[in-house]
C-alpha cells in the first residue's frame, strides 16, 4: 500500500500585525483580557495594501517550491481553498499558478486546478482530494500542491472583528511522504447550518455563540464516526490533538469535550472517580436537558482536574501558538495547528517520529471531519526548514487608524488610494486589474 500525506509545507503571513489587547481592545472599550484570557489571542496578521489571497498562496507556494526544489513539472494538480474568493467561475488556483510560472522554466498546463469550498474545512477536504488522486494511482508520479489561503475579515463591528487574521499554508502532498502519513480511516459530522455563511456577500453573517455550538456538536458526530471505522480513542493514543482554531479559546471547549468522550469507561474515568463523580449516563436522566445539565456540571468539574490540565498542556497547548499570533486564518487554521504543535516538539527534542496526532477540522455552515496523522523519520528536517518565528517578527505593526484604513484597503465595496506600509521584496505582489476586471500580478526582486 503506498504511503501518501503531507510531505512539506509553507506558511505566508499577512505582512502587518495588529495587537489585540493593547492596541484593539482599548479603542473598542473592552477589557484586554477578553483577548488574552477569553479569546486566548495577542496579535492578528493583516494584508498589506499589495497583498491578498493570490500573493499570499503563491508566495507560500513558491517557497515551498524552492525549498524542495520543484519545478511545475513535479505538480500535477493545484487545489486551493479559501472562503475568500473574489471570483464565482475563475478558480484562485489559475491566478497562482500564472504567478508561479512568472518566475519557474516550464508550465502547469498539465496541471489539473480547483478551488474548494466549504468554510473552514475546505482545506482539509483539498488534502482528502489530492490523497484520493494519488492513491487511485492517477498521479503519474507527480505531487499535489494544495493552498489554503484566506483573508478573514468581518464587518466593522462585529463581534467576529475580535477574530481576525490573514496567511496562507502550502502543502505539497505525495507518496512517502517526509512529514505525516494520513490515515485512510476518517469521520464525519455534516449538517445544514445557518450559523456563518456569505451570501454572494464579501463579510460574513455571522451567529456567533451558535457557530461554537454547531461547531462543537459537529465534532463530536464525526469524532464518534471516527471511532466507528477505527475503534475508540484514547487520550494516551495521541501526542498532538490539532483542531480548527478560529480563536484560542474555542480549542479549549472542544478539547473539553473531547477528553470527555475518549475517557468515558476507560481507566481515566476511573481514576477520576473519587474526585469528581463518573460520568453522567443518559439513561439515568428523564430528559435531555436534565442530562445536559448534569454533562455541563462534570465537564466544569473535570477541566479542574489534574489529569485534565496536563493533558491539556502537553497534548493541545502546544498547537494555539501560531493562532494566538496571528488570528483566524479560516482555511489555513488546523494546518497552522498541526504546524505549531511539530514546532513545539521540534523545541522541545521530542522524538516524534511514529507518533500519532489526532486532527479534527471544521468548516461552518456546517461540517467536521476527524483523521489522524503518523509523523515520518524526517518531520524535523522538515519542520526546522519553515521560518515561522522569522516571518511572525518580520510583520509591521500598524495602530487602530492604520488598521481602519487597510480594512477599507480590502474592502471589495471601498476604492481608497492607501501608501503600503511595507516595501515588497522577492514576492508576488497585486498590481491592479486588468480590462476584464481580472485582478493582475507580478513578482518584484
Ligand atoms: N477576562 C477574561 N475572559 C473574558 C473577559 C475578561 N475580561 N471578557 C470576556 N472574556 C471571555 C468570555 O467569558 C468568553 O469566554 P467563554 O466563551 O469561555 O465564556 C470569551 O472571553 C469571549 O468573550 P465574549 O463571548 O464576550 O465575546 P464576543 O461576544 O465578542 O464574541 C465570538 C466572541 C462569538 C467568538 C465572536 O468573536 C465571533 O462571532 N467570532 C466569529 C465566529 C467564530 O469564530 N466562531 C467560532 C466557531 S465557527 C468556526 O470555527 C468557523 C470559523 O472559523 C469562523
Known amino acids: ?38 479569546l486566548g489571542l495577542h496579535t492578528s496578521s493583516f494584508p498589506d495594501v499589495y497583498e491578498d489571497i493570490v500573493t499570499m498562496g503563491a508566495n507560500a507556494a513558491k517557497q515551498l517550491m524552492d525549498r524542495k526544489g520543484l519545478t511545475p513539472a513535479d505538480i500535477g494538480r493545484i487545489d486551493v481553498a479559501t472562503e475568500s474568493a473574489f471570483d464565482n467561475s475563475k478558480p484562485v488556483s489559475t491566478y497562482i499558478a500564472g504567478c508561479l510560472e512568472q518566475v519557474y522554466d516550464g508550465d502547469f498546463r498539465h496541471a489539473n486546478k480547483g478551488e474548494r469550498k466549504f468554510a473552514c474545512i475546505a482545506g482539509t477536504q483539498s488534502l482528502d482530494d489530492a490523497y484520493n488522486w494519488i492513491k487511485a494511482g492517477r498521479n503519474r508520479g507527480r505531487a499535489a500542491l494544495v493552498i489554503a489561503t ?32 494520513l490515515s ?57 490533538i490539532p483542531f480548527h482554531t478560529p480563536f484560542p479559546g474555542m480549542v479549549r471547549k472542544a478539547a473539553l469535550l473531547g477528553f470527555r468522550h475518549m475517557t468515558r469507561d476507560t481507566d481515566i ?33 473535570l477541566k479542574t482536574t489534574e489529569q485534565y490540565r496536563d493533558w491539556y498542556g502537553r497534548v493541545i497547548e502546544p498547537t494555539l501558538d501560531i493562532s494566538s499570533r496571528v488570528g483566524n486564518w479560516y482555511t489555513g487554521s488546523v494546518h497552522i495547528a498541526r504546524l505549531s504543535a511539530l514546532i513545539a516538539a521540534a523545541d522541545e527534542g521530542k522524538d516524534m517520529t511514529g507518533k500519532q496526532l489526532l486532527v479534527g477540522s471544521y468548516g461552518s455552515g456546517a461540517q467536521a471531519e476527524i483523521h489522524a496523522e503518523t509523523v515520518q523519520e524526517t518531520w524535523l528536517d522538515e519542520i526546522e526548514a519553515v521560518d515561522v518565528d522569522d516571518q511572525l517578527a518580520a510583520r509591521t505593526e500598524i495602530s487602530f487608524d492604520d488598521y481602519e484604513l487597510i480594512h477599507d484597503v480590502h474592502n471589495h465595496e471601498k476604492e481608497i488610494e492607501v501608501e503600503e506600509f511595507t516595501q515588497p521584496e522577492a514576492e508576488f505582489v497585486f498590481t491592479g486589474w ?7 500580478y507580478e513578482y518584484v526582486e
Request: hydrophobic share 30%; no cysteine.
Open 184 to 240: 485512510t480511516e476518517q469521520g464525519y459530522g455534516s449538517m445544514d447550518e445557518t450559523d456563518f455563511l456569505k451570501p454572494n456577500q464579501q463579510f460574513p453573517s455571522v451567529d456567533g455563540k451558535r457557530s461554537m455550538q454547531v461547531y462543537l456538536a459537529r465534532m463530536r458526530e464525526a469524532l464518534e464516526d471516527y471511532e466507528s471505522v477505527a475503534g475508540r480513542t484514547h487520550p494516551d493514543l495521541f501526542e498532538y
Open 269 to 301: 474515568e476511573d481514576d477520576l472517580e473519587s474526585e469528581i463523580g463518573r460520568q453522567p449516563r443518559e439513561a439515568d436522566f428523564e430528559t435531555w436537558d436534565d442530562y445536559e445539565e448534569a454533562i455541563r456540571g462534570y465537564m466544569d468539574e
Open 1 to 38: 500500500m503506498t504511503s501518501v500525506g503531507i510531505d512539506a509545507m509553507e506558511i505566508w503571513t499577512g505582512k502587518l500585525v495588529l495587537d489585540l489587547p493593547n492596541t484593539f481592545a482599548p479603542v473598542k472599550g473592552e477589557d484586554p483580557e477578553k483577548y488574552t484570557k477569553g
Open 434 to 440: 486588468g480590462r476584464m476586471n481580472e485582478r493582475r
Open 150 to 181: 484566506d483573508t478573514a475579515l468581518y464587518e466593522r463591528g462585529d463581534p467576529g472583528e475580535a477574530t481576525q487574521g490573514a496567511g496562507a499554508v502550502a502543502m505539497l502532498i505525495d507518496e512517502d511522504p517526509d512529514l505525516v502519513e
